[in-house]
T-cell receptor, first 116, second 110 residues
Framework: GAGVSQSPSNKVTEKGKDVELRCDPISGHTALYWYRQSLGQGLEFLIYFQGNSAPDKSGLPSDRFSAERTGGSVSTLTIQRTQQEDSAVYLC??????????????FGEGSRLTVL | KQEVTQIPAALSVPEGENLVLNCSFTDSAIYNLQWFRQDPGKGLTSLLLIQSSQREQTSGRLNASLDKSSGRSTLYIAASQPGDSATYLCATGANSKLTFGKGITLSVRP
């Protein structure tokens, strides 16, 4: 696609339910990132995928959060047993190379999650 | 741990003014620094990427500079327009986890 695509754009769920957020990166981009942006806060790193390497999960806030990337392309971020503090905008980004190696980050429009 | 600071949090200027947005970081061991723009309810749009070996990058009315030794970057916007109103974020790092500032919300008054 022309850009990073995320779905759903908005999700309202009840506390305790599981949610899945999807990210379709720019075709050919080997690196994929998930960030979280809460109201009044900066972007918080969650997880990073690079090619076939093991993902960097060091930013996941709890074991209720998990993510996978199938076939080196589409990624799904899953939040189990959602809590109200999980309410935020979840942003996905991709790059052709790692940002440490001249790669520029391209972001999707985000998925806004509201946990009631 | 890298910390990125952007001050002030908000800025309002009249149309036509040249302005500078500041970004400071604590760890100078970075690979690059990137400036983004975010419109309300939208994702981030990349504006400029400066490699650690570079001093500045230019795109149209935008010019970004980088001084690693002092831990600073500036985004210069020439002849500001109401359409420039948005939140501007800088991000930097030396590994897979870019650290973002909280952004500067710019309002350009007609």
């Amino acid at each position: 696609g022309a850009g990073v695509s995320q779905s759903p754009s908005n999700k309202v769920t009840e506390k305790g339910k599981d949610v899945e957020l999807r990210c379709d990166p720019i075709s050919g981009h080997t690196a994929l990132y998930w960030y979280r942006q809460s109201l009044g806060q900066g972007l918080e790193f969650l997880i990073y995928f690079q090619g076939n390497s093991a993902p960097d999960k060091s930013g996941l806030p709890s074991d209720r959060f998990s993510a996978e990337r199938t076939g080196g392309s589409v990624s799904t971020l899953t939040i189990q047993r959602t809590q109200q503090e999980d309410s935020a905008v979840y942003l996905c980004a991709s790059s052709l190379k790692r940002p440490t190696n001249t790669g520029e980050l391209f972001f999707g429009e985000g998925s806004r999650l509201t946990v009631l | 741990k890298q910390e990125v600071t952007q001050i002030p949090a908000a800025l309002s200027v009249p149309e036509g003014e040249n302005l500078v947005l500041n970004c400071s970081f604590t760890d100078s061991a970075i690979y690059n620094l990137q400036w983004f723009r975010q419109d309300p309810g939208k994702g981030l749009t990349s504006l400029l990427l400066i490699q650690s070996s570079q001093r500045e990058q230019t795109s149209g009315r935008l010019n970004a500079s980088l001084d690693k030794s002092s831990g600073r970057s500036t985004l210069y916007i020439a002849a500001s327009q109401p359409g420039d109103s948005a939140t501007y974020l800088c991000a930097t790092g030396a590994n897979s986890k870019l650290t973002f500032g909280k952004g500067i919300t710019l309002s350009v008054r007609p």
